[in-house]
C-alpha cells in the first residue's frame, strides 16, 4: 500500500500502542497533523507550550511504564522540548519525540524554521534520528520505541523533513514491526554465578547491611523481588527520591528517603553500615554527600542495568550489570535467611530522635506549614493519590510527609530538578492513569513557569488537582541563601498573581487555604469535581526543610532540626 | 629500539555503524563525560557499512572498561575493544616538512630516514616532506632529532593499532534493507 511518510509515521505509532500524543502543529510538522485526521483512534493533546508536551509524555511514561510521546515543529518548537528531553534522559524515562524538519534540500542552508535538532539533543537523548526517506520510517519508529523502553529506558527524537513526510512509500501492515538490527545494542539480562556467590557471601556476613532502593526497581518490575529480599535476609531498604514507591513505605523493614533531604536515620545507616547493597540507583551527589567519606565501612553491592554507571561515583566489591528483577529473582532462593535486631534497634535510636525534632509534633504556630499541607492531603487521599512534585521544598516535603504504597505512584523531577515539570507531568499521569486520582504539588515558582497548561487541562478537562504551596519565595533558593549567604534574599521574594483568579480566568475551580482546619475541606471540594481543581495553600513564608546535607558534606553531617527548648545552632 | 609502551597509554579500538552523526556522537560522548583522548582517527574498513574509531587514552585519568561501558551506550557502536590489552601492532604516522636548504641539514635528514622507518616524500629546493610509519615512541624520538634541522609543518593521523595473530574485532552484521530495496547507509552523510 502507498503511503505518505506522515500516514506511515502515524500507522507506525498505532502498531507501537501509542493511543495519546502531547503536542503543538507548526509549518514542517503540518503534513503530520493534516494526517491525524484519518486516525481518530491517535488522541491528541494540544499543548500551550512544547516544553509542556514533553514532560506530559514523560508523566505519561512514568505512571504507566509505557513510552510517552510528544511532537513538535521544527526550530524553536523542537527547541522547546529540550527541557523536558533532558529531564526525561536524566530519570531514564522513555518517550518518544517527533519534530518536524525544513525539507531535506535546505537542510544546512539556515532555512526558515531550521535548527541542527539531532546535534543539539544529542546529549540529552539516548537516541535520536534524522529520518531521510519515506521508507526508513517503520525501522526508525520501531527502533525507537524498542530504544526508549528497552535496557535503560530514555528518550530519543525523530526528526521527520516537511517532505519526508509527504513522500509517497510503500507500507504493508503485515510486515511490523520490522525485525530489528541494532548490531551493538545489548540489554543486559542476569548475573553470572560467581557474582551471585560473591553477593551472598556479603549478606551472610554482613552484620550492618542496608539496600538502597532506587528508580530501578520500578522500572524493571522488581518490586516484589525487593521485598522478598528485604524479607528474607531482614534488611532495612532506604529510598532514593525516584525510588519511592518501590517499597510500601509502611511496612516495617522501609526507612523511607536518603540523601540530602532525607531521614537522618536512612542518612547514619548508610554511613554506619558494613554492607550497601544498591539497587538501580546510581550515587547521585544529591544521595551520597561527600564521596570521599561515603559509607566508609561497607562492602557494597551495585546491581545496575547500565553498566557504565558501576564504579563510576562509588568503587563497588560486587557490581552487577543485568536486569533487577532477573537479578533479585536469581538471587532469592540463595539469599541467608537472616534477621538483624541489633542493627534495627540502633536504627530505630536515630528514629526515635528524629521524631523528637518532628514538627508536626510540636508546632502550634498560626500560620500554616508545608508540611502540615502535605500531611493532610496525605491522610485526606488514604496515602493512595499519584502525586507529581515539581522542584523545591515542597517536593521534599511531598517526599518526607507524603509516604507512598504503590509503585508508580510518586513523579518528579529528581536528575535535572527541572522547575515546570510537576503541573504538565500531572496531566501527563491522568491520561495515563485515568482511574487514579492525581495531585501535581507545585510551589508558586515552579508552577508559573508551565502554568499555560491550565488551558490544555481545561480544554481536555484533565481530572488533575493543582496543590500550589505559595509561600511567595522561590523556597528552596530562600533556604539556601538562609544558610550559606546570610540571609541575603536576592531575587528569590515573589510577587505572585492572585492564583484563584488566575484559575477563574481559565474556568478552573479553584480555594484558597490559609489555616489547617481548613484544608480537609478543600481537598473534599478538590475531589467531588471531575475535572481541574487548583488550590492555593498560603503556607508560611520561611519554612525550612530539614534534615539538609549541605553539598558536599559528609552524609551523616546534616543541619537538623533543633529539639523543642533546644537552641538552633 | 625503545623500551615497550608506557602501560599508562590504553588503545581502544571501536567498530561502528557507518550512519551519519556517528562520530558526532563519540566525540560529544568525551566531551560530555569529560573524558580526555590523547588520539582519534577514524576510517572505513572493508565493510562499507562499518568504520573503526581508535582511540588512546591516558589510563591514569580514564579506566578503559569505563570508557568501553559508556562507548557501549552509544547505539551506533557495534564492537569495543581494549586493544591494548593483548599482543598488538600499532601505527602512527607523521608528516613533517623540514628546512633543507644547505647540504648539512639535508645529509641530516637524509642519515635520519636511514636510522628510523622514515622516507623522503617530497624534494623541493629549500625543504622536503619526510613521512614516518611507526610506534607513536618512535614516530616522537624522530620529530625529536628533526628539531634541530627545523621543522616547518607537522601532520599525524594519530594510533591506529590491530591486534595480533587470531585477536580479531570483526562484525558478522550486515546493514538494515529497507523494504524499498535501500539500505541504512546513508553514504554522503557517513561519520
Ligand atoms: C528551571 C529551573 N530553574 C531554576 C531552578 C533552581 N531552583 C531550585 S528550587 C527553586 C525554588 C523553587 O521555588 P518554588 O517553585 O516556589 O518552590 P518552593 O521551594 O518554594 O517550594 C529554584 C529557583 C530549577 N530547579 N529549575
Known amino acids: 500500500m502507498q503511503l505518505t511518510g506522515a500516514e506511515i509515521l502515524l500507522e507506525c505509532l498505532i502498531r507501537e500502542g501509542v493511543e495519546v500524543m502531547f503536542g503543538y502543529p507548526g509549518g514542517a510538522i503540518l503534513p503530520t497533523y493534516d494526517a491525524m485526521a484519518k486516525y481518530p483512534q491517535l488522541k491528541h493533546v494540544l499543548v500551550r507550550h512544547e516544553q509542556g508536551a514533553s514532560h506530559m509524555a514523560d508523566g505519561y511514561a512514568r505512571a504507566s511504564g509505557r513510552v510517552g510521546v510528544c511532537i513538535a515543529t521544527s526550530g524553536p518548537g523542537a527547541t522547546n522540548l529540550v527541557t523536558g528531553l533532558a529531564t526525561a534522559m536524566m530519570d531514564s524515562v522513555g518517550i518518544v519525540a517527533i519534530t518536524g524538519q525544513v525539507a531535506r534540500g535546505s537542510i544546512g542552508t539556515d532555512a526558515f524554521q531550521e535548527t541542527d535538532v539531532t546535534g543539539v539533543t544529542l546529549p540529552v537523548t539516548k537516541h535520536n534520528y534524522l529520518v531521510m526517506s519515506a521508507a526508513e520510517i517503520p525501522y526508525v519508529v520501531h527502533e525507537a520505541f524498542y530504544i526508549a523502553k528497552s535496557g535503560r529506558p530514555g528518550p530519543v527524537l525523530i526528526d521527520v523533513p516537511k517532505d519526508v513526510q509527504t513522500e509517497k512509500a510503500e507500507f504493508n501492515v503485515e510486515n511490523y514491526p520490522p525485525r530489528l538490527k541494532l548490531p551493538g545494542y545489548q540489554v543486559p539480562k542476569g548475573a553470572s554465578d560467581e557474582e551471585l556467590q560473591a553477593a551472598v557471601e556479603l549478606i551472610r556476613q554482613a552484620k550492618k547491611p542496608i539496600i538502597l532502593a532506587g528508580h530501578g526497581i520500578m522500572m524493571s518490575g522488581a518490586v516484589q523481588e525487593l521485598r522478598e529480599l528485604s524479607e528474607v535476609s531482614g534488611i532495612p531498604v532506604t529510598l532514593t527520591l525516584l525510588g519511592k514507591g518501590a517499597m510500601p513505605e509502611s511496612h516495617p523493614l522501609c526507612l523511607g528517603m536518603m540523601g540530602m533531604h532525607g531521614h537522618a536515620a536512612c542518612n547514619n545507616a548508610i554511613q554506619d553500615a558494613d554492607l550497601i547493597i544498591a539497587l538501580g540507583m546510581r550515587f547521585d551527589d544529591r544521595v551520597t554527600g561527600n564521596l570521599k567519606t561515603y559509607a566508609p565501612h561497607s562492602k557494597k553491592i551495585h546491581v545496575e542495568i547500565d553498566a557504565s554507571e558501576i564504579n563510576k561515583n562509588v568503587k563497588v566489591d560486587v557490581g552487577i550489570n543485568g536486569d533487577l528483577r532477573t537479578v533479585l529473582g536469581q538471587l532469592l532462593p540463595m539469599a541467608p535467611h537472616k534477621s538483624h535486631a541489633e542493627w534495627m534497634n540502633q536504627i530505630r535510636d536515630w528514629q526515635e530522635d528524629s521524631s523528637e525534632r518532628e514538627i508536626l509534633n510540636h508546632y502550634s504556630g498560626e500560620g500554616l506549614l508545608g508540611a502540615q499541607v502535605i500531611n493532610d492531603l496525605w491522610r485526606c487521599t488514604d496515602g493512595n493519590a499519584i502525586t507529581v512534585s515539581d522542584v523545591g521544598q515542597h517536593q521534599m516535603l511531598e517526599a518526607q510527609y507524603y509516604p507512598h504504597q504503590r509503585p508508580q505512584t510518586m513523579l518528579t523531577s529528581g536528575g535535572l530538578g527541572t522547575m515546570g515539570f510537576g503541573f504538565p507531568a500531572a496531566i501527563g499521569a491522568k491520561f495515563a492513569k485515568p482511574d487514579e486520582e492525581v495531585w501535581a504539588v507545585v510551589g508558586d515558582g515552579g508552577f508559573q513557569m508551565t502554568l499555560a497548561e491550565l488551558a490544555t487541562a481545561r480544554q481536555e478537562n484533565v481530572d488533575v488537582k493543582i496543590a500550589i504551596l505559595n509561600n511567595s519565595f522561590l523556597g528552596m533558593v530562600r533556604q539556601w541563601q538562609e544558610f550559606f549567604y546570610d540571609e541575603r534574599y536576592q531575587s528569590t521574594p515573589m510577587v505572585n498573581p492572585d492564583f484563584c483568579k488566575l484559575a477563574e480566568a481559565y474556568s478552573i475551580p479553584s480555594m484558597r487555604v490559609t489555616r489547617r482546619d481548613e484544608i480537609e475541606e478543600a481537598v473534599a471540594y478538590a475531589r467531588s469535581i471531575k475535572g481541574p481543581v487548583l488550590i492555593e495553600f498560603v503556607i508560611l513564608a520561611e519554612e525550612i526543610v530539614y534534615p539538609m546535607v549541605p553539598a558536599g558534606n559528609d552524609l551523616n553531617n546534616m543541619i537538623r532540626r533543633p529539639k523543642p527548648g533546644e537552641n538552633q545552632s | ?191
Do not use: W
Not at chain 2, 579500538?13 to 563519540?26: M, S, T, W, Y
Not at chain 2, 616532506?129 to 634541522?149: D, G, M, S
Open chain 2, 1 to 191: 629500539m625503545n623500551a615497550p609502551q608506557s602501560s599508562k597509554k590504553h588503545i581502544i579500538a571501536a567498530l561502528v555503524e557507518n550512519k551519519p552523526g556517528v562520530l558526532n556522537r563519540v566525540v560529544s560522548l568525551f566531551r560530555r563525560r569529560n573524558f580526555n583522548v590523547d588520539s582519534l582517527t577514524v576510517g572505513r574498513t572493508h565493510k562499507a557499512h562499518i568504520s573503526r574509531v581508535t582511540m588512546v587514552i591516558d589510563g591514569a585519568r580514564l579506566n578503559p572498561r569505563q570508557m568501553a561501558a559508556n562507548l557501549y551506550k552509544l547505539v551506533n557502536v557495534v564492537d569495543v575493544k581494549v586493544i591494548s590489552e593483548g599482543l598488538h601492532v600499532e601505527r602512527d604516522l607523521a608528516l613533517v616538512k623540514v628546512r633543507t636548504d644547505d647540504v648539512e641539514s639535508y645529509n641530516t635528514v637524509a642519515e635520519l630516514c636511514e636510522r628510523y622507518p622514515a622516507r623522503i616524500i617530497d624534494m623541493g629546493p629549500e625543504v622536503a616532506i619526510v613521512e614516518i610509519t611507526a610506534r607513536t615512541e618512535l614516530v616522537e624520538e624522530f620529530i625529536e632529532k628533526l628539531k634541530p634541522v627545523g621543522i616547518i609543518e607537522i601532520v599525524r593521523t594519530g594510533v591506529i593499532a590491530m591486534g595480533r595473530g587470531k585477536r580479531i574485532q570483526d562484525t558478522e552484521y550486515e546493514p538494515q534493507v529497507f523494504e524499498n530495496g535501500q539500505t541504512a547507509t546513508v553514504e554522503r552523510f557517513s561519520v
